[in-house]
């Protein structure tokens, strides 16, 4: 979900990443609500992604939006505000994040180059434990297949998802 503000033409500040994300964290205090990243471009184009351990809403999106955009002054800075839900398709960049998958199906992509999928049993700053699952092919039909628990450093890891299953 996405919420849009507006941008004028003229820029005339750069505005602080720093202090957006603690503006955007003032305003999800006390919610199961979390920031996951802050992008401000050269031109002010403020990016804020969030996440949720229930799910988040346009109305979400929203309120954020307007906190952040009544923060800011638009007589000194110059920018365009948008407002992210981090869905299935963004890949973890939190701690919390990797906890509200476990016990779900995840998938790696490895520094290495390697892939590996498989439910996510344990998870602190420094590792994961992943049942590894694999694919077998019969006839017309895969098969997952599960395999021992793996322990993989957080440092080994170049990207996680979730695993989207119908």
């Given at each position: 979900?996405?919420?849009?503000g507006?941008?004028?033409p003229?820029?005339l500040?750069?505005i602080s990443?720093?202090?957006i994300?603690k503006?955007a964290?003032?305003?999800?205090?006390?919610t199961?609500?979390?920031?996951?990243?802050?992008?401000?471009?050269?031109?002010?184009?403020?990016?804020?992604?969030?996440?949720s351990d229930?799910?988040?809403s346009i109305?979400h999106?929203?309120?954020?939006?307007?906190?952040?955009?009544h923060q800011?002054?638009?007589d000194e800075e110059?920018?365009?505000?948008k407002?992210?839900?981090?869905?299935?398709e963004?890949p973890?960049?939190?701690l919390?994040?990797?906890?509200?998958?476990?016990?779900?199906?995840?998938?790696?992509?490895l520094?290495?180059?390697?892939?590996?999928k498989?439910?996510l049993?344990?998870?602190?700053?420094?590792y994961?434990?992943l049942?590894?699952?694999?694919e077998?092919?019969?006839?017309?039909?895969?098969?997952?297949?599960?395999g021992?628990s793996?322990?993989?450093?957080?440092d080994e890891i170049?990207q996680a998802?979730a695993v989207?299953?119908?």
């Amino acid at each position: 979900m996405i919420w849009r503000g507006r941008m004028s033409p003229l820029l005339l500040k750069m505005i602080s990443e720093k202090q957006i994300k603690k503006w955007a964290e003032e305003q999800l205090e006390g919610t199961d609500r979390f920031v996951v990243h802050v992008k401000v471009s050269p031109e002010n184009a403020i990016h804020i992604i969030m996440d949720s351990d229930s799910g988040v809403s346009i109305e979400h999106c929203i309120a954020l939006n307007r906190y952040i955009e009544h923060q800011l002054n638009r007589d000194e800075e110059d920018f365009e505000l948008k407002v992210l839900s981090s869905g299935l398709e963004f890949p973890f960049s939190t701690l919390r994040q990797y906890k509200k998958y476990i016990g779900k199906r995840i998938q790696l992509k490895l520094e290495n180059g390697t892939e590996k999928k498989g439910v996510l049993q344990a998870v602190n700053s420094e590792y994961i434990v992943l049942q590894e699952e694999t694919e077998k092919k019969y006839k017309k039909t895969i098969k997952r297949v599960t395999g021992e628990s793996i322990r993989i450093s957080m440092d080994e890891i170049k990207q996680a998802k979730a695993v989207i299953e119908f």
